[in-house]
């Protein structure tokens, strides 16, 4: 069926890094434009960037430009989140969500994995 | 980044009839339109509506979703107890070049 699985989250301490990774599954991954959202503990929810099918066009919120890479593997149908100098305000639920693109249209946040939890801390 | 602007919360009564809004500018829900999700307790959130108003197939016609302007709308019909939840619009932002989230609406079913 298809699926998005999250992992990777953990407690890491404030200017260290971290990698999450979303793994797809149930659908030609590739075809798919991928973002990551995430939502602090009892906040709402915020896009935190995006990477194009192909891989070659990214887009980062100004909240994590310069600190956080997204990239992916579409031969291991795998996106990752590449997080460096981390704050304890980037302490949140990461999700991945899937982006459909097509003529001059798109379905954005179709499929959602189940999150995985960043706690930046001391 | 400039956020989209959703009432902090709504309450109305089982079977009534309950309007989100969300209002942004012409970078945004002006230019192409938001997208609405649903949120519940403990839960990632379900696409409701995408940018064109779309519904994908499997959500109910008791949701649908309008723009006038720079301000859009979620109408939910026959409210039910499970649409209890937080809702959200996004959009994409041209001039950021980045998806904007309002803050979301608490929507409580009396």
């Known amino acids: 069926q298809v699926q998005l699985v999250e992992s990777g989250g953990g407690v890491v301490q404030p200017g260290r890094s971290l990698t999450v990774s979303c793994a797809a599954s149930?659908?030609?991954?590739?075809?798919?434009?991928m973002h990551w959202v995430r939502q602090a503990p009892g906040k709402g929810l915020e896009w935190v960037a995006l990477?194009?099918?192909?891989?070659?066009?990214?887009f980062y919120a100004d909240s994590v430009k310069g600190r956080f890479t997204i990239s992916r593997d579409n031969s291991k149908h795998t996106l990752y989140l590449h997080m460096h100098s981390l704050r304890a305000e980037d302490t949140a639920v990461y999700y991945c969500?899937?982006?459909?693109?097509?003529?001059?249209?798109?379905?954005?946040?179709?499929?959602w994995g189940q999150g995985t939890m960043v706690t930046v801390s001391s | 980044q400039a956020g989209l602007t959703q009432p902090p919360s709504v309450s109305k009564g089982l079977r009534q009839t309950a309007t989100l809004t969300c209002t942004g500018n012409?970078?945004?829900?002006?230019?192409?339109?938001a997208a609405w999700l649903q949120q519940h307790q403990g839960h990632p959130p379900k696409v409701l509506s995408y940018r064109n108003n779309n519904r994908p197939s499997e959500i109910s016609e008791r949701f649908s979703a309008s723009r006038s302007g720079n301000t859009a709308s979620l109408t939910i019909t026959g409210l039910q107890p499970e649409d209890e939840a937080d809702y959200y619009c996004?959009?994409?932002?041209?001039?950021?070049?980045?998806?904007?989230f309002g803050g979301g609406t608490k929507l409580t079913v009396l």
């Open positions: 149930g659908f030609t991954f590739s075809d798919y434009n």
């Open positions: 012409n970078n945004n829900v002006g230019n192409q339109g």
């Open positions: 996004s959009a994409w932002d041209s001039s950021l070049s980045a998806w904007v």
């Open positions: 990477i194009w099918y192909h891989g070659r066009e990214t």
């Open positions: 969500a899937t982006e459909y693109s097509y003529g001059s249209g798109s379905k954005p946040f179709d499929i």
